[in-house]
């Protein structure tokens, strides 16, 4: 089975996918996420992962198109704390604040379903990663020129200027939202 389906819209996904050169589509998924969890569990992150392939699974199965369906989600987590996408500026400053000087921890979970037969593997990857100490301005200088509100953490790693990160151990395309390791695996195991 050739066919790629990638449950997502976001281009950092799509990019990573293309830059593995894989041939696939996109269909966004339209599962609606649950966003009163603040604790981290893997649990939690490959469910969502699941439910996201699954939705498309489940809408292209309708139509009797065979593919591999491939979700994805990502969170950043510090003190066992998820931090989500910041709904304002306000927010996006103090997850900054927050993760200024220490070391904090992404976790993106993959999930490969069959849109056949709905079987599916689901894994995690986890990099660790540490930033500078960030003064207000820095903080500042960074939401007012990448407006980072559609990424969990208030941060992209890939847009970061010089002097913001320290170190980063681990998967840095898991950061961005998409282990490519791990995709290749999963796509090697359904097929």
């Not at 997502?8 to 894989?22: D, E, F, N």
């Not at 894994?123 to 990448?146: A, G, M």
């Not at 941060?155 to 939202?177: A, T």
């Amino acid at each position: 089975m050739g066919k790629i389906i990638l449950a997502s819209s976001s281009p950092r996904r799509t990019s990573i996918l293309k830059t593995m050169k894989l041939d696939f589509d996109v269909i966004p998924s339209e599962y609606e996420e649950p966003h009163n969890q603040t604790v981290f569990s893997y649990d939690f992150v490959e469910n969502l992962a699941y439910n996201k392939a699954l939705d498309v699974a489940k809408k292209i199965n309708k139509h009797k198109i065979e593919a591999l369906i491939l979700g994805a989600d990502t969170i950043v987590v510090i003190d066992n704390k998820i931090l989500g996408k910041p709904a304002n500026y306000e927010e996006a400053f103090e997850m900054l604040k927050m993760l200024s000087g220490k070391t904090h921890f992404v976790v993106t979970s993959v999930a490969v379903v069959n849109s056949k037969s709905l079987e599916y593997l689901v894994k995690s990857d986890t990099t660790y990663v540490t930033f500078e100490s960030l003064s207000d301005d820095k903080i500042k200088f960074y939401i007012d020129n990448y407006k980072p509100f559609d990424k969990a953490g208030s941060y992209g790693i890939q847009e970061l200027p010089e002097g913001y990160l320290k170190s980063v151990d681990g998967q840095i395309d898991n950061v961005i939202g998409l282990p490519s390791k791990v995709v290749e695996e999963l796509l090697s195991q359904m097929n």
